[in-house]
Every structure is written in C-alpha cells, then in structure tokens.
C-alpha cells in the first residue's frame, strides 16, 4: 500500500546550523507534498510545500527539494532558531487527495 | 470560521461509552479529513470526504468507529464502546477542491479511562 517513510526520527543541532529531514514516498501518482510543524498541545501547521513540477521551493530559511525519479523529498531549514524546535511532518497526496504521513522527526535546537 | 474548529478540546470517557468528536472545516472547503494521533506516534488516517462522493473508510480501525458530514460541512467521528487503546488525540483538516493545502484544526484530546 502506499507508504511515507520519514527519517531521522529525532534531530539535534546547534542553534544557527542547518537541519535535513528526509521522506521517501511509495505511490509513484503522488503529486503534492506538504511539509507540517507541530508544537505541543498544537495540530499541525503547514509551513511549506511542493508539487511534482517542481524540483526546489524555497521561503525564506525553509526549502524543499523534490527528486521524482527517486522518489525522494526533503525539508531544509538553514540558520535554526529555539523557535524551530518542534515534531516535523512530511506528507504525499496523488489523485485520491488522500494524505499519507510520515512518521514525524522532533527536532531540538540548541542555545 | 478562520480555522479548522474542534470540539471538545479534551474529552475524558469511560470504558465502554460512545463520544462523539466534532468538525467545523473552514468554509468552503470540500475535503474533509479525520486523522488520529497516538502518544508520540505519527498521523493514522481515519477517513476522507470529497464533497458529495461516497467517503473514503478505508483507515477506519474497526466498526465501532464511524463518521459522517452533514450538509457538506460539520463532520462528526463517532466511537462506540470506547476501549482503552483509542485514547489519542483525533485531528480534523479540510481542503479546498482539488484537494490542495490541508489545514489542521486543533484536535481532541480523547482519554479513555
């Protein structure tokens, strides 16, 4: 069935480093790929995304990269802030509209 | 509304009990979404609606769970005989046609005791 693999699971930096997330996506129709922050006690929060006809986005320190033949995507935060700190979620959607999540990375910045 | 509202924010059941679990999607949007998540764990699909088509149940974990949306817009997700393993927290989103850029609402904290 189809399937979003997330990793890491858990990531560390120093505040001002960059940090990577990775997902991998089974369903070759996925078209749409969001990116979801979650904050404790908070539902998740879109904070950026990408389609299929495109390979980078960026908005401001976020970017996203998309590699459809490997069917690959990945979430670049450059210059972490304290305030970066929370569970990140990748996510791919294809022609049933429907969402499937990756398991979440929480990722820590430190002061 | 602004946002994607759900309520209650917290319920707490006992074993055995039905709840029910309410949306409000952001006006106008068709696609409707329950997701549930456990402790520390990602997003499990429950169940999708698209405007008037048949919903997606495909996630549904087990007939005591059961959702509907009426008039295209409130959803309600429905457990019967609540057990002690659906303790989560249930996510409600929507998105407008074509079924680009979910929103989240808040989601209920359901405790069952």
């Known amino acids: 069935g189809e399937n979003v693999e997330q990793h890491p699971s858990t990531l560390s930096v120093q505040e001002g480093d960059s940090a990577v997330i990775k997902c991998t996506y089974s369903?070759?129709?996925?078209?749409?790929f969001p990116w979801y922050k979650q904050e404790l006690g908070k539902g998740p929060q879109l904070i950026i995304d990408?389609?299929?006809?495109?390979g980078e986005k960026k908005d401001q320190r976020i970017a996203v990269t998309l590699n459809k033949t490997a069917k690959h995507f990945s979430l670049h935060i450059t210059e972490t802030q304290p305030e970066d700190s929370a569970v990140y979620f990748c996510?791919?959607?294809?022609?049933?509209?429907?969402?499937?999540f990756g398991t979440g990375t929480r990722l820590k910045v430190l002061a | 509304g602004a946002g994607v509202s759900q309520s209650p924010s917290n319920k707490v059941t006992e074993k055995g009990k039905d709840v029910e679990l309410r949306c409000d999607p952001i006006?106008?949007?068709?696609?409707l979404y329950w997701y549930r998540q456990s402790l520390g764990q990602g997003l499990e699909f429950l169940i999708y609606?698209?405007?008037?088509?048949?919903?997606?149940k495909s996630g549904l974990p087990s007939d005591r769970f059961s959702a509907e949306r009426t008039g295209g817009s409130v959803s309600t997700l429905t457990i019967q005989r609540t057990q002690q393993e659906d303790s989560a927290v249930y996510l409600c989103?929507?998105?407008?046609?074509?079924?680009?850029?979910?929103?989240f609402g808040q989601g209920t904290r359901l405790t069952v005791v």
């Open positions: 369903d070759s129709a996925s078209n749409y």
């Open positions: 990408i389609r299929s006809n495109v």
């Open positions: 006006s106008g949007h068709t696609a």
């Open positions: 996510a791919a959607s294809g022609g049933t509209y429907k969402y499937i």
């Open positions: 609606f698209q405007g008037n088509s048949a919903p997606d």
């Open positions: 989103a929507s998105s407008g046609t074509g079924g680009v850029e979910a929103f």
